[in-house]
């Protein structure tokens, strides 16, 4: 828990880092956000289906820090609904 935790602020300090999908799927089972990848090249992330929270991401390396970004405000979105 701890890890995905210092995982999140590092992607806030540096939003601009070599991050994967990989990380975005373990902060998004920490915050239990569902994701799906629906055989293309992008992975949709869905909040929660009552807010219509949804966040598509390309899955190529290395992701652009507007993605970044949008990711951490939905988590913060997630942390103020409970």
Known sequence: MAVRLKLLE???RNP?????IE?????AAHYQIEWRSPGGSHVVFVAARASGDVLTVPARRPIKPVYVKQFIEMIDRCELRK
């Open 23 to 27: 990380d975005f799927k373990a902060i």
């Open 16 to 20: 601009r880092g070599d991050w994967t």
């Open 10 to 12: 590092k992607m806030r």
